[in-house]
């Protein structure tokens, strides 16, 4: 069955530019989450979605970040005025429920490289 | 303030022996740990779940356990074979409301044949 997607895989923008980031969950999933992974680090929590609503954001650096999931399914990550900082793997993840511990399965990421 | 700490240097093995990677925590009342392995440009897959009430849990050549006193928790891949090789993530679950992780930095493993 098909995982995961993200598109794009890569990404390069210039600095100040606008940026939007795809995500398409497992069918069926309701919770999805968006993580950011800079080189040699683990994942950061930045935002996740309990249907269509944004049931914690806590995790977003600044109000240039700002997603959206408007029908409960493919989920967009937008970045304003990019900043050269912003340049990581961004990675979408679904699971089944919101409930603690449900496995989450996670796309191959968006590379973004602001120049 | 939270911190989940992983060896950041690199583990090497030889084939066929027990890898064994540490996860320590602080500041954290985890309900839940989990176990993933990150390939190169690729996503994270989970691997093993284990609960805060859960001493030990086994999964075919994988082994965790969770000491919450010591806070802390051990991966173990016996037997271990090349295509293993991979960063391994450690994450908790269960400090705020909802099921978001908190991941360790990873370790990346090296399994020499």
């Known amino acids: 069955g098909a995982g995961v997607s993200q598109t794009p895989s890569n990404k390069v923008t210039e600095k100040g530019k606008y940026v939007e980031l795809r995500c398409d969950p497992i069918s069926g999933h309701t919770a999805l989450y968006w993580y950011r992974q800079s080189l040699g680090q683990g994942p950061e929590f930045l935002i996740y979605?309990?249907?269509?609503?944004?049931?914690?954001d806590s995790g977003l650096p600044n109000d240039r970040f700002f997603a959206v999931r408007p029908e409960g399914s493919v989920s967009t990550l937008k970045i304003q005025r990019t900043e050269r900082g912003d340049s990581a793997v961004y990675l979408c993840?679904?699971?089944?429920?919101?409930?603690?511990?449900?496995?989450?399965?996670f796309g191959p990421g968006t590379r973004l490289t602001v120049l | 303030s939270q911190k989940i700490e992983q060896n950041s240097e690199a583990l090497n093995i030889q084939e066929g022996k027990t890898a064994t990677l540490t996860c320590n925590y602080t500041n954290y009342s985890p309900a839940y740990l989990q176990w993933y392995r990150q390939d190169p440009g690729r996503g994270p897959v989970f691997l093993l779940l284990i609960r805060e009430n859960e001493k030990e849990k086994r999964k075919e050549r994988l082994k965790v356990t969770f000491d919450t006193t010591l806070k802390q928790s051990l991966f173990h891949i016996t037997a271990s074979q090349p295509a293993d090789s991979a960063t391994y993530l450690c994450?908790?679950?269960?400090?705020?409301?909802?099921?978001?992780?908190?991941f360790g930095g990873g370790t990346r493993l090296m399994v020499k044949p």
């Open positions: 994450a908790l679950v269960g400090n705020n409301a909802g099921n978001m992780l908190t």
């Open positions: 993840a679904s699971s089944l429920t919101e409930l603690w511990g449900d496995e989450q399965f």
């Open positions: 979605f309990q249907g269509t609503g944004a049931a914690d």
